[in-house]
């Protein structure tokens, strides 16, 4: 699950596109900020040493917020008193917009908690069915 979210994020970012602002600052996600950043651009979007350092800080965010609670939705919008919000629209971010790109993406359901989604097929050795 973690690694459709990235890609599925990287894409609505425009990571994929040459040259776009994800590219250049080797932030895949557009963060503001992250452990491994060593600076910011001049719209204060983080700046990444190399591209496996910019991918570690989006799989960061995405477990973290996974392990906050909550949905897909709540992702991107916020959570009162408890996440702000990947793209809260007071930032002149379409939330839900970005929500439904995502869940399109990875076919997850926008109003699930994450941690209660499944995250692929059943692993026989797990004794998970």
């Keep these: 699950m973690i690694e459709a979210l990235a890609i599925a994020i990287a894409t609505f970012e425009g990571f994929f ?62 959570k009162p008193g408890v996440y702000a919000g990947y793209a809260p629209a007071a930032d002149q971010n379409h939330p839900l917009n970005y929500a439904r790109f995502v869940a399109d993406k990875t076919g997850l359901a926008l109003d699930t908690p994450l941690d209660q989604q499944a995250t692929g097929p059943p692993d026989p050795s797990s004794g998970r069915t």
């Design 17 to 78: 596109i040459p040259n776009s602002r994800a590219q250049r600052n080797m932030n895949p996600g557009n963060l503001r900020a992250g452990p491994r950043a060593i600076g910011k651009d001049d719209a204060g979007y983080a700046i990444y040493p190399s591209m496996d350092a910019g991918w570690a800080d989006l799989r960061r965010q995405i477990e973290r917020n996974i392990g906050r609670g909550v949905t897909l939705l709540e992702f991107f919008t916020g």
